[in-house]
């Protein structure tokens, strides 16, 4: 598929997730055969006003292969220009994305975010600014729209190919269900038979079938998927190959799964430090072991350890536990 002159070969995206889609867990997706990843989202004005932790999000150099998409957020045109100014100068994404979809009340409260769907001037007014303002294609990430009775994903879908988006994700759930609920992918085939721009379908993709699943119900041109990556980074490249072939592969068993969470866990480390990386880890280490055998009492233990020795020391003794001293 093609986002403006950008050609992805795999059409299943990493979503933007606060706290979760950092530059560690980017490598390991990337490692395992994602193409475009998103960051986590981004403060307009955080990055217009040189905010140490704004510029961290960020988080990716040009060595980083693959395409990457910046998320912005944002309520203030001018400021969202200039983000996407400065982050075209200085850390020439793939995409820049716009945030249209957050349900959080402090982003919403401010303008920003889902509450951009309540004020199709002020969206229109921002994605206008930003295309005008950079080469780079730009594409936004909405909801089905505020509640059931507000639906209005392809209104602000079409304002956005008219103001020169370059593709459209689509969240299919209301701001109001937050994260609950279920996604109502009807919204996303409404999108997709409205605009000419592709359509990203969004929400409760939780295996490669349900992937398919989306796209022959819908006609989406891409999926992007969030949640169900979470401690399961391998979701994104068997996806893609269930796309291409028709395959499922297997799932990853359990020396797999705690050997990834080990590295995952060394390049956060390497990555952040050990006074950050650690407590950033422990809930992805949680979602790793989730469901695997004796899991509950190593992640009590692993909740009580800052050190990254004593961490990687307790995966490995699990490891062993699992498998035998062969694979130590
Ligand atoms: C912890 C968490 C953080 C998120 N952060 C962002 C964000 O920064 N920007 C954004 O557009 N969506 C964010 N989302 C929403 C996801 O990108 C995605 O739209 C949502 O989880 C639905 O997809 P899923 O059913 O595959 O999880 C976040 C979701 C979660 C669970």
Redesign the pocket.
């Known amino acids: 598929m093609q986002i403006g002159n950008l050609m992805i070969e795999t059409p299943v995206f990493l979503?933007?997730?606060?706290?979760?889609?950092d530059y560690p867990y980017r490598q390991l997706i990337r490692e395992m055969g994602g193409q475009l990843l998103?960051t986590?989202?981004i403060s307009s004005k955080g990055l217009v006003y040189g905010n140490e932790r704004s510029r961290e999000l960020i988080d990716f150099n040009r060595r980083e292969k693959g395409l990457i998409a910046v998320?912005i957020?944002g309520e203030d045109p001018v400021f969202m220009r200039e983000a996407a100014a400065i982050l075209a100068v200085e850390y020439q994404p793939d995409l820049i994305?716009l945030?249209m979809?957050?349900p959080m009340p402090k982003i919403v409260k401010s303008g920003s975010g889902s509450a951009l769907l309540q004020d199709a001037k002020r969206a229109g007014e921002i994605m206008a600014a930003v295309v005008n303002a950079v080469k780079l294609p730009v594409t936004v990430?909405i909801r089905a729209g505020w509640d059931r009775s507000r639906l209005n994903a392809v209104e602000i879908a079409q304002l956005a190919e008219e103001k020169g988006v370059k593709a459209v994700?689509v969240?299919a759930?209301t701001r109001d269900q937050f994260?609950l609920g279920k996604?109502d992918w009807q919204i996303i085939q409404l999108v997709k038979e409205k605009v000419n721009i592709p359509v990203i379908g969004?929400?409760?993709?939780f295996s490669p079938e349900d992937a398919g699943a989306m796209i022959t119900g819908t006609g989406c041109d891409a999926v992007?998927?969030?949640?169900?990556?979470r401690g399961n980074p391998w979701l994104i490249h068997r996806t893609s190959h269930f796309l291409q072939t028709g395959e499922v592969l297997a799932e990853p068993d359990c020396p797999e799964r705690i050997k990834t969470a080990l590295s995952h866990l060394e390049g956060a480390v390497a990555y952040f430090g050990e006074r950050l990386g650690i407590p950033r880890m422990r809930k992805h280490l949680a979602w790793y072991l989730k469901g695997l055998p004796h899991s509950t009492s190593i992640k009590e233990r692993i909740f009580q350890l800052n050190q990254y020795q004593q961490v990687a020391a307790l995966l490995k003794e699990y490891l062993h536990m699992i498998t035998g001293p062969a694979e130590r």
């Open positions: 979503a933007p997730m606060a706290g979760i889609s998103y986590e989202m998320q957020f994305d945030n979809g957050c990430k994700a969240h759930r994260y996604a969004n929400g409760d993709i992007m998927i969030g949640r169900a990556v």
